[in-house]
């Protein structure tokens, strides 16, 4: 069975500053992962997704996210928070590559601050 | 642009009541998933609908059906309504078979069960 954790339901940061969430994940395939954010009032959007191309992996807006098997993590960050980045973030991961039939994380809440 | 459209966007509904939820797929999409949202948590997978047959089904009973028709529009009903059935669904599309396929999410329905 797969599935994914977000550690920390909230996180708060100054404009400028580092983002980080944090999402780990459990997997007894290969896992494709992926990350979503969700404004108020509106559906997901995707910002990146991991499909074992590269670790590293580059998405919309500034972020990224590497994916690290020791650890089982794959964790979201932007060098530098804008007010616009305020949001839920979800972390979910899919039995393939297309991101169908997802189980999500329960969210993390990003707060940014001027 | 993702193309996806849902309708209607909000909705009231009495406990014991059955209800319809539409989606229009991006154009050329033959895959359409469902997901639950209740408030604060993340989504979960309801089905998934490929080329008018249902191919994947998450933890949810069969009083949740679905329809996909030949223009890769799909519905999505719940009968005997319950309480907790007050969430957002979101509606997702996709095509299978290209390679790279990418998911769509529409912005979604807002039921109330009261």
């Known amino acids: 069975a797969q599935s994914v954790t977000q550690l920390g339901s909230h996180v708060s940061v100054s404009e400028g500053a580092l983002v980080l969430l944090r999402c780990n994940y459990s997997?007894?395939?290969?896992?494709?992962l992926f990350w979503y954010v969700q404004y108020p009032n509106q559906g997901l959007q995707l910002l990146l997704k991991?499909?074992?191309?590269?670790?590293l992996v580059k998405g919309i807006n500034g972020f990224e996210a590497e994916f690290k098997k020791s650890e089982t993590s794959f964790h979201l960050t932007k060098p530098s928070a804008h007010m616009s980045d305020a949001a839920e973030y979800f972390c979910a991961v899919s039995p393939n590559q297309a991101g169908t039939a997802l189980i999500f994380g329960k969210g993390t809440t990003l707060s940014v601050s001027s | 642009e993702t193309g996806v459209t849902q309708s209607p966007t909000h909705l009231i509904k009495t406990r014991g009541q059955q209800v319809t939820l539409r989606c229009s797929s991006q154009s050329g999409h033959n895959t359409v998933s469902w997901y639950q949202q209740a408030l604060g948590q993340g989504p979960q997978f309801i089905f998934q609908?490929?080329?008018?047959?249902?191919?994947g089904r998450g933890n949810f009973p069969p009083r949740f059906s679905g329809l996909q028709f030949p223009n890769y529009s799909s519905e999505l009903n719940v009968n005997a309504l319950e309480l907790d059935d007050s969430a957002l669904y979101l509606c997702?599309?996709?095509?299978?078979?290209?390679?790279?396929?990418?998911?769509?999410f529409g912005p979604g329905t807002r039921l109330l069960v009261l």
């Open positions: 997702a599309s996709s095509h299978s078979g290209r390679g790279k396929e990418t998911q769509y």
């Open positions: 609908y490929y080329r008018e047959e249902e191919n």
């Open positions: 991991y499909t074992s191309a590269a670790t």
């Open positions: 997997s007894s395939v290969p896992p494709y």
